[in-house]
């Protein structure tokens, strides 16, 4: 089967980008959220986005033109009745990912495959909400989509072959580098080792051997990481690593997954990082 046309539900600063770069490799998108001012907005920051690449020389005029034009704003689900690939970009939870794919089934065509962008939860039991499990795999993209080369491609228990076959073809496609996780297990790849990371740099806090701000000095120039750890913390939000931590103590039984008493204090506090203005560090608003 050749994907042509991919719906993407969900028009957060993730399942924006995504529409993007599919837009961008020549697929038709149709972008949805439950109210159309999302979706707008997400048009809003591609714009914006695109532009830059515009003055810098990378594309035209144009070409801008054309990749936005291979967007279709929606507010109805409905819309992906003929999508070859729908994506589902929705707040990490596990409840409503299982009506979002439950929803799908009953839309999309008997041949459409279905993916999760979850960063964490089990392919499986999002799949187990259709009646086409061995067409649902994880595309696991990291943020912001557009520049960031990975996707993980997750196999639940049914996937088959080629739906993992089709779903790496699109990433890389899209210009990412794809790796199979070959078996169903929470946070995956990346956010299992960056998980033991983030638990540790707040340890290490609490212990008091080191500053935030040392910490992070430290993780970029001993390690070479672009970012430190509370940096990369406030960048991705703060509530999200929280209930990453809360579902891995959870599926692991094992309590070095708790999250540590600093985290949840900035969780009480509403400090949930640069989205807010404040994290672990300040921000202008």
Not at 32 to 56: P, W, Y
Not at 203 to 214: K, M, P, T, W
Not at 242 to 249: I, K, L, Q, S
Request: hydrophobic share 40%; charged share 25%; aromatic share 8%.
């Amino acid at each position: 089967m050749t994907i042509t046309k991919i719906g993407v539900m969900g028009a957060g600063s993730m399942g924006g980008g995504i529409a993007q770069i599919a837009a961008q490799a020549g697929y038709q998108v149709i972008l949805n959220d439950i109210d159309i001012t999302f979706v707008e907005k997400a048009l809003g920051r591609m714009d914006a986005f695109l532009s830059k690449s515009v003055e810098k020389g990378k594309m035209t005029g144009e070409q801008k033109e054309e990749i936005l034009g291979r967007i279709s704003k929606s507010a109805d689900l409905a819309d992906f009745h003929d999508v070859d690939l729908a994506i589902e970009v929705i707040i990490e939870d596990l409840e409503p990912k299982k009506k979002a794919f439950s929803q799908l089934e009953s839309i999309c065509k008997p041949e459409t495959y279905l993916a999760s962008n979850t960063s964490s939860m089990p392919i499986t039991v999002l799949a187990n909400a259709t009646n086409r499990p061995e067409r649902v795999a994880g595309m696991h993209f990291f943020n912001p989509p557009p520049l960031m080369r990975l996707v993980e491609i997750i196999r639940g228990y049914y996937t088959s072959d080629e739906t993992v076959k089709i779903t790496s073809e699109v990433a890389q496609k899209m210009g990412k580098t794809t790796v199979e996780v070959k078996r169903d297990t929470p946070g995956f790849i990346v956010n299992r080792v960056m998980m033991a990371q983030y638990i540790e740099a707040i340890r290490l806090l609490e212990e008091g051997v080191a500053s935030i701000e040392d910490i992070d000095k430290a993780v970029k120039l001993g390690l070479n990481h672009p970012m430190g750890a509370f940096e990369l913390q406030d960048f991705g939000g703060i509530d999200i690593g929280y209930y990453v931590a809360e579902y891995f103590c959870e599926e692991y039984k094992d309590m070095r997954w708790t999250p540590p008493q600093a985290l949840k204090a900035l969780m009480r506090s509403g400090r949930l990082g640069r989205k807010t203005g404040a994290g672990w560090y300040d921000y202008e608003k």
